[in-house]
C-alpha cells in the first residue's frame, strides 16, 4: 500500500477585480483546511491565481501581460510556497507564465514537500481562437494569449510515486494521458475551466459538457491504470458560468469522490498508488499488448 492523502482543492470564481494576494489568500484557506484533514498533496486549477482572462480580447496582447507570472515563486505567490513548506505538503498550481525572453504559456507546476519546484507543465492542446470572432456567444481566446508548450508531457518521482500533469482541454486527448501512461504515471493532476454552455453550440449545456468531463477522465484513468484528479475553477466569472465537477477517478475508472458545489471546497481522498498495479500488470501491460506497427498514423511514423 503506497497511500497518498490528495486534496482536490476547487475554486469558486475570481472576479476580474480581485487582487493576487486575495486569491492567494483564498488558496491558503484551502491548504490549511487540506492540513487539518491530513493532506500531503494538495491540488488547485489552472490558471488559479487569475480570473479565466481569455474571455477578455485586447487588440494589443501585450495588454494582457499583467495577467501573467515573470517569476515563480514571485512576491505574491512566495506566502502559499512557506505556507506548504510548513504544512509539509506537496502541491501542484496553475498560472500564467510569461518567460524571462518573452513566450507565454498556460503552465502548472509540481512542488514537493520542501516547497521546491520539481516539475512544470505548459498546455499543449489550447482550444479556441486568436482573433475576436463575433459569432460565439462569448470568447475564448487561449490561442491569442499562450503559446503551445513546449515540454512534452514528462512524469516526475514524488512522494514515492509518479506523477504527471495536463491541464483543462489536454484531458480530452487520449495522447495525454498515453504519452504518461507509457512512463509508468500513477497519478495525473489536472485543472480546469470549463465555461458551461459552448460558446458555438448554444444547446449544449452543462449536463453535456459534464458527461464529456466524466467520460474523458474515465477513459483515461482506466486505459492507463491511472489515478486522474480533475480540479475545478467554478461558478460565475463576472456573469460568465464554468462548470464544476471537481473529481478524483481511481484506476479502474470509477469516480470515487467528487464535489457537489461551485465554491472554494477542498475534495480529500485516499489514494493508493498500488492501485494502479493490477491494470498495468494485466490488461494494459503496455509491453505485452500494444501493437505499435499499426498505429503508424497516430505515432506519424
Ligand atoms: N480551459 C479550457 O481548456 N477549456 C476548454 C473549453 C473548451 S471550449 C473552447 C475545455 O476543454 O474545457
Keep these: 500500500m503506497r497511500r497518498i492523502r490528495v486534496a482536490a482543492a476547487q475554486m469558486g470564481p475570481i472576479q476580474k477585480a480581485e487582487t493576487r494576494e486575495q486569491v492567494v489568500a483564498r488558496m491558503i484557506a484551502l491548504m490549511d483546511d487540506a492540513a487539518g484533514k491530513g493532506a500531503d498533496f494538495i491540488v488547485y486549477p489552472e490558471l488559479a491565481l487569475t480570473t479565466f482572462f481569455p474571455r477578455w480580447y485586447h487588440a494589443d496582447r501585450a495588454e494582457a501581460d499583467h495577467w501573467f507570472e515573470a517569476q515563480m515563486p514571485g512576491p505574491q505567490t512566495q506566502p502559499l510556497f512557506d505556507r ?76 514515492g510515486g509518479i506523477f504527471g500533469m ?34 458555438q453550440k448554444g444547446e449544449e449545456g452543462i449536463e453535456q459538457r459534464m458527461f464529456h468531463h466524466r467520460l474523458s477522465l474515465q477513459a483515461g484513468a482506466y486505459q492507463n491504470a491511472t489515478w486522474v484528479v480533475a480540479v475545478a475553477k467554478a461558478g460565475s466569472e463576472d456573469g460568465h458560468h464554468l462548470m464544476g465537477g471537481t473529481m478524483i477517478v481511481d484506476p479502474d475508472g470509477f469516480i470515487v469522490a467528487q464535489l457537489g458545489h461551485e465554491d472554494d471546497g477542498v475534495l480529500v481522498h485516499d489514494c493508493d498508488l498500488d492501485a494502479t498495479r493490477f491494470g498495468k500488470e494485466t490488461i494494459f501491460d503496455f509491453a505485452r499488448h500494444r501493437r505499435i506497427a499499426h498505429y503508424g498514423l497516430i505515432t506519424g511514423r
Excluded at 487520449?174 to 507509457?182: A, C, I, K, Q, S
Excluded at 495525473?188 to 458551461?196: K, R, Y
Aim: glycine share 10%; proline share 5%; hydrophobic share 35%.
Design 166 to 199: 495536463c491541464i483543462c482541454n489536454d484531458r480530452r486527448w487520449p495522447e495525454t494521458y498515453r504519452v504518461m501512461g507509457l512512463q509508468g504515471v500513477e497519478m495525473v493532476v489536472l485543472g480546469f475551466n470549463t465555461p458551461s454552455v459552448n460558446s
Design 84 to 159: 506548504a513548506r510548513e504544512h509539509g505538503m506537496a502541491m501542484s498550481f496553475g498560472y500564467a507564465e510569461l518567460t524571462p525572453d518573452g513566450h507565454h504559456f498556460n503552465t502548472s507546476i509540481l512542488v514537493d514537500k520542501s516547497g521546491a519546484i520539481i516539475g512544470k507543465y505548459r498546455k499543449i492542446h489550447l482550444p479556441g481562437h486568436d482573433e475576436y470572432d463575433e459569432e460565439r456567444a462569448f470568447q475564448h481566446l487561449e490561442k491569442r494569449y499562450f503559446e503551445p508548450g513546449d515540454l512534452g508531457f514528462p512524469v516526475w518521482r514524488m512522494l
